[in-house]
């Protein structure tokens, strides 16, 4: 059996001194990429991030197959988010956390188009639960497929369209006009 | 895949990030750091009894030098607690290291601390090292940093520079800050502009905090913690730190403070893609926040000038006829409405407008 150092120099290349950090290097933007996009902003961004990489350096012996790192680290990010979102819920109902309103005024990149519609998604999609808006923003925002949302979130493929379809209503309906 | 879905995904894609290496090698940190954390919460989770006694335990080996004095050459810093004449120990736990240098100079080695971060404190800087060997020299009043191998971050009043080996750099106090003249707005009639101006306060200052505090709250979505820091220090004069602040402003229930930076950016940066959108926000909070008709009417109006084709330009049509109605200007309403209906029959608000323009 490889070992996980050998598993991920298969993956990652080998001419780095620390393959935990090629590790970083080569998944950092994907597992950002996932969480700013459920998230609809950057400020728990890194923690995310950070969290990701703790556990999976802690998670590498369990990792058999070179070509599952990118779908494990995208299921170890989605339990981060979604612990993340249940907490944040938690907090809020019982108001001990002020309710997060999207806003994209300070976003460099996005034009002012961009801008509205982004913060008219965020203001719908954060209505739903976790387990509905994460599967949405995996789809919908960062184009995943429907079988790799079902494996990242651990749902059966209907359960995962199911979801999906009960955010997406709700978001034709506040884009009718679009 | 519908409009709607590629139409998503395109906008999306704008809230990527681009990672330098500098982030990069402070994800790859954090991780280890927390991993070593979470490592080291197992094995103490065994009980709250034998927490205490490993606390103890740690806390009495933290009060003891384990390592030898340092060579003359270097000072060489392991796993353990140094110790040395030329700095003193300010703080010696699991995840950090801080010496502060009281000789004019030294040099330091340090080992890979897996996950303790070792700071050097130097007269107006602060040297944190990412694994490496460096000189830091005291000359009056400035620091002097030469990196031999590996990377140190110096920070100097909250602002921070990585030198990589063969680098060497000088590091002044920050001046003494002297106030400046509150920048004024040339727009007259606003009455609900604030105290704090652009860049200063004519409230009484507060003590002075690194501008990235408020910025930092605010990413966070801190927005209530924001506020007051904001307020002591004010924005830098550049749209995006003025979007930021009005966010703050906005969304820690101060819509009054928001007025000048959107305005600043609506009236000033003009040439800026944001313009119109600030000047879009600002209608939103005169009109809807602060009950200012009139000057949202004049907002709205500014940002059909900065973009009269842009994705705004129909619901700013839209509202300025709002408020217009609102002001009892029924003339001026019913016009606005006439020009919406024509430019946009099936417009989203075409049945509001109607109302507000009395047709």
Request: aromatic share 6%; hydrophobic share 45%.
């Amino acid at each position: 059996m490889r070992t996980r150092l050998a598993i991920v120099r298969e993956v990652v290349g080998h001419r780095e001194p620390d393959d935990f950090e090629r590790l970083v290097r080569s998944y950092t933007p994907y597992v950002a990429s996932i969480a700013i996009k459920v998230l609809g902003r950057e400020g728990d961004v890194d923690d995310v991030v950070q969290q990701t990489f703790a556990e999976a350096l802690e998670g590498m012996d369990r990792l058999r197959e070179p070509a599952a790192v990118r779908g494990w680290l995208a299921t170890i990010t989605v339990r981060i988010l979604m612990r993340q979102l249940r907490r944040q819920r938690v907090l809020e109902t019982f108001a001990l956390a002020e309710r997060w309103t999207p806003t994209m005024l300070g976003t460099q990149v996005a034009g002012g188009e961009e801008r509205v519609t982004l913060a008219r998604v965020y203001q719908v999609v954060e209505r739903f639960s976790p387990s509905e808006r994460v599967p949405w923003a995996l789809r919908y925002l960062q184009g995943e497929r429907l079988d790799a949302i079902a494996e990242v979130t651990g749902c059966s493929l209907a359960t995962v369209k199911r979801r999906i379809a009960v955010v997406q209503a709700a978001i034709e309906e506040a884009f009718g006009d679009v | 895949m519908s409009e709607l879905e590629r139409k998503f995904l395109a906008t999306a894609r704008n809230l990527e990030r681009v990672w330098d290496d500098e982030a990069l090698d402070q994800v790859a940190a954090g991780a280890r750091a927390r991993a070593k954390r979470r490592s080291r919460t197992r094995r103490l989770g065994l009980g709250a009894a034998a927490a205490v006694v490993v606390a103890v335990i740690a806390g009495v080996a933290l009060r003891t030098p384990v390592v030898p004095a340092a060579t003359e050459a270097s000072v060489y810093i392991d796993l353990g607690v140094p110790s040395d004449p030329r700095f003193n120990v300010l703080e010696a736990s699991p995840d950090a290291l801080v010496l502060e240098l009281v000789e004019p100079k030294a040099t330091f080695r340090v080992q890979r601390q897996e996950g303790r971060t070792v700071r050097v404190k130097a007269g107006p800087a602060i040297v944190e090292v990412i694994g490496t060997t460096f000189t830091v020299e005291l000359v009056g009043q400035d620091t002097v940093v030469a990196v031999d191998e590996g990377r140190v971050k110096v920070s100097v009043a909250g602002v921070s520079k990585v030198l990589t080996p063969g680098e060497r750099q000088r590091f002044s106090p920050p001046p003494v800050a002297t106030p400046e003249p509150p920048a004024s707005e040339p727009v007259p009639d606003e009455p609900q502009a604030p105290p704090v101006g652009v860049a200063a306060p004519a409230s009484p200052p507060a003590p002075a905090r690194p501008q990235e505090n408020w910025r930092a709250l605010a990413r966070r979505g801190e927005f209530a913690r924001a506020y007051p820091v904001l307020s002591a220090v004010g924005p830098s004069d550049e749209p995006t730190e003025l979007l930021l602040a009005a966010d703050v402003a906005r969304l820690s229930g101060h819509p009054r403070a928001a007025v000048p930076w959107l305005r600043r950016v609506a009236m000033h940066f003009t040439r800026d893609a944001r313009a119109a959108l600030a000047a879009f926000t600002l209608g939103r909070v005169l009109l809807d926040d602060l009950g200012d008709p009139r000057g949202a009417a004049r907002a709205f109006a500014q940002v059909r000038v900065l973009e009269p084709k842009g994705p705004l330009a129909a619901d700013a049509l839209a509202r300025e006829a709002e408020a217009l109605h609102r002001l009892g200007e029924t003339a001026a309403a019913r016009e606005r409405a006439l020009e919406y209906l024509e430019r946009y029959p099936d417009g989203r608000k075409a049945a509001a407008v109607r109302g507000w323009g009395g047709l």
